[in-house]
C-alpha cells in the first residue's frame, strides 16, 4: 500500500515504465501527470487513474479512448464543450465515445481521470476533419500531440 500526497511528496508526480515517455511529453507541454495503475501497469486489461494537472488554457481537442472513462474535477475548472465542470463534477464516457474541446478554466484545472484499461491510456481515438475517426498511438508524439497545446 502507498499514500501520497499532492502538495507534500515529490513522488506524487511519477509514471511507472510503460507510461514513462507520455509522462516525459506531457511535462514538455507543462502538464504535471501521475499514473496509477490499479494492477499490473505493464497487463492492457489493468485499469488505470490518472492525475492531470493543466495550466489555464490548455487545451486538448475532441478525442476518445478505446475503453470507457471516467473523470472528475478536483481543482479549479474544466471547460468541455458547452459545460464548465466545477470541483466534484464528473465526466463519463464509454468506449469510442467521442468527447471535448476540454479547456482548463482561468486558475487551470487538476482532474482525475480513470481508465478502464492501460490500453485506454496510451491510444486515442481522434475525429478527422471529414468526420471518420483514427486510432492514434500516444507514443508517436508528432501525431498524438498535434490536438494538445496552451491557449495563446
Known sequence: MADY????DPEYWQAPARFRALFEKMHSLGVRVSYFP?????DDNTPVAVVVEMKPGFVIMRH????ARFETIVRGSLEAG???LQVGDVMVSAAGELY??????KD???TIEVFGTAAGVTQRIEERADGSVETVDLQQFDVAFKHLSPRA
Do not use: E, I, Q, W
Open 5 to 8: 500526497s499532492m502538495d507534500r
Open 38 to 42: 490499479l494492477g499490473d501497469a505493464d
Open 64 to 67: 476518445a479512448h478505446p475503453c
Open 82 to 84: 458547452d459545460t464548465v
Open 100 to 105: 471535448g474541446p476540454k479547456t482548463a478554466g
Open 108 to 110: 487551470g484545472c487538476t
